[in-house]
């Protein structure tokens, strides 16, 4: 979730040499505070990737068909690594990108002194151990290697009654301090927390490739073969379920909702076991490590080494459709009239908009129908990025904490919760000497931004911001609007502009109580040739999960085009009992 933590200095390559407008959501800066600064507007210059590849030119070439291996749409984690991954196995790989840089909503942007993090800034899957860490692996494959910085701490949570959590890096410390506050209940705190350390295990026990590649299920299987039983009968259930199984105070129950809702915008009982253990454990198994330089520095080093393989990435590239040839994705078209041609077309966007959108003129195939009953769009989210007089923090403050003040209620209401992070409490050097950043974020749904006027809408975004700023003051840091020199909000519409993202929308939430993983979709799709990568496909969102989504799709396509061994028999009943598996959820 876009939330959380972020710090440390930027190199040269995240800084240049002009002011850079946002990369995902290039925002105007409010003047609600008295002294406020705005932001200059100015163009983003390309990495060296960027240049290298002519990124300026809005495509460019074509080659003929099947003259790449495969092309993604969208550089995104998912699509970076997806990419990566297949140009490590020796494809030849051309990743198209509408923006100036990579990296989606995993972007930055530096304005009036300040290095900013677009979105995410917890990096899950980003150790040296394990086989969990995805982000590592998919850097690692293309001969990259990035600094980190650990984390002290995940979150401190700020909840009604003045419950108050620190998420500590150590898992004892973590789960004392959790006992400490629910004494009664140490024992369910304990199975509910072993339970997920028994799946994250066998999720870490495992070589993680495409859940629809038959000849590694079956090779996983008689290597591993309680490890993948223990996955399978975890795949259909909630963490909700599971919690209530060995816990019974509301109040703690409460508290595992808010744990997830950080996870998947949706509480315990719509959270699948497996998604909540996969980030419930890592950040004590790995921990939570920063990259130094920033978020923005992982997608900049997946594209410097895609180059570095012989494949190509290039920007200002705004793909407007999906080609088709006899019913099979052949390549694509972008905005000026411009097509590219391979083998398969790999969609980094969101499952709405690739079947809306990129596929606009082809009927929603059933497989698409039945993914739409299930999920709907999870809301988008209001963004404020603030520069503020470091005198308003007082000594000791912890860089990440999540807001939810009186009535848990209202945890998934737009605007009821309120994620912070405060990377300068890490690295001073993020912002001018004296000053922190803030970087807040909070759900909201775009029909509550649609149908205003441009003064209506700037309004708005001024109202809605300083309430949640008077709230951050009121419960954390008394003074803080008169301490804010520079301040940024970006609504939904921001997101859904810059992220090309429907609606602006995180991701696909459940339409009900789902069977844990059963209903997602996977990388492959009704049409030959097309193939899905990111949040909108299993096992869903979050970092580590885009990453894990990114690395099965290359497995998939790999073995598709021959530079991997498939089973076509196996696979036939393969994809007939997936199929079978997901009408039951």
């Known amino acids: 979730m876009p939330q959380l933590a972020a710090r440390v200095h930027a190199p040269p390559l995240l800084a240049p040499a002009a002011p850079a407008a946002r990369p995902a959501a290039r925002l105007r800066a409010s003047s609600g505070a008295r002294g406020v600064r705005r932001g200059a507007l100015a163009s983003e210059k390309p990495p060296p990737v960027a240049v290298a590849e002519k990124a300026g030119e809005d495509g460019g070439g074509g080659g003929g068909q099947g003259s790449y291996d495969a092309i993604v749409v969208g550089s995104g984690i998912g699509g970076l690594v997806a990419a990566t991954q297949l140009a490590a196995k020796g494809a030849r790989v051309l990743v198209l990108e509408k923006y100036l840089i990579p990296g989606g909503s995993s972007g930055y942007y530096r304005r009036d002194g300040f290095t900013f993090d677009v979105g995410s800034s917890v990096m899950f899957g980003f150790s040296d151990k394990g086989n969990l860490n995805l982000i590592t692996q998919a850097l690692k494959a293309v001969g990259r290697k990035m600094e980190v910085l650990p984390d002290p701490s995940t979150v401190h949570f700020h909840l009604p009654g003045d419950l108050s959590v620190l998420v500590h890096r150590k898992y004892e410390d973590f789960t004392n301090e959790l006992i400490s506050k629910f004494p009664h209940e140490k024992e369910g705190i304990l199975k509910f927390y072993g339970t997920c350390w028994k799946i994250f ?149 969101t499952r709405w908009d690739t079947f809306g959108k990129l596929l606009k003129d082809k009927e929603l195939p059933v497989e698409e129908k039945n993914f739409q009953k299930n999920y709907v769009k999870a809301p988008s989210f209001l963004s404020i990025h603030m520069g503020v007089k470091a005198s308003v923090l007082p000594a000791g403050t912890d860089c990440h904490h999540f807001v939810l003040e009186d009535d848990w209620n209202n945890l998934e209401k737009p ?74 909000v970006g609504s939904p519409k921001t997101h859904r502009r810059f992220l090309a993202r429907n609606d602006g929308t995180y991701g696909p939430m459940p339409r009900g109580k789902p069977k844990g993983l059963l209903a997602m979709p996977f990388n492959t799709t009704s049409i030959d040739g097309l193939y899905c990568v990111g949040d909108s496909c299993f096992p869903g969102q979050g970092v580590i999960a885009v990453a894990f989504s990114g690395i099965m799709c290359a497995h998939r396509v790999a073995a598709d085009i021959g530079l991997e061994q498939r089973s076509p028999v196996l696979d036939a009943g393969l994809l007939g009992l997936l199929r079978w598996l997901r009408t039951l959820a």
């Open 201 to 349: 295990n066998s999720l870490n026990s495992l070589e993680l490739k495409s859940l629809e590649e038959p000849l590694y299920l079956f090779g996983q299987f008689f290597q591993k073969p309680l490890e993948c039983l223990t996955l399978a009968y975890y795949l259909p259930q909630n963490a909700g379920d599971i919690a209530r199984k060995f816990i019974k105070d509301q109040e703690l129950l409460s508290f595992i909702d808010a744990e997830c809702f950080i996870v998947s915008t949706v509480n315990a009982l719509q959270t699948p076991m497996i998604n909540a253990s996969m980030v419930l454990c890592d950040r004590h198994f790995g921990g939570i490590n920063y990259p130094v330089g920033g978020v923005g520095g992982i997608a900049t080093s997946l594209a410097d080494g895609l180059v570095e393989k012989g494949s190509e990435i290039r920007y200002k590239a705004n793909v407007t459709n999906v080609i088709l040839e006899n019913g099979k994705a052949v390549g694509v078209r972008l905005s000026n009239g411009k097509e590219f041609f391979a083998k398969t077309v790999i969609s980094n966007a």
């Open 415 to 488: 605007y009821g919760s309120i994620f912070l992070s405060i990377p300068t409490v890490l690295d001073p050097s993020l912002a001018p000497e004296g000053h922190h950043i803030l970087h807040i974020f909070t759900t909201a749904g775009i029909e509550d931004w649609e149908g205003l006027s441009r003064k209506e809408y700037e309004e708005k975004k001024e109202v809605v911001a300083n309430e949640i700023i008077r709230r951050l003051e009121k419960k954390l840091f008394p003074g803080l609007q008169d301490s804010i020199v520079l301040k940024e």
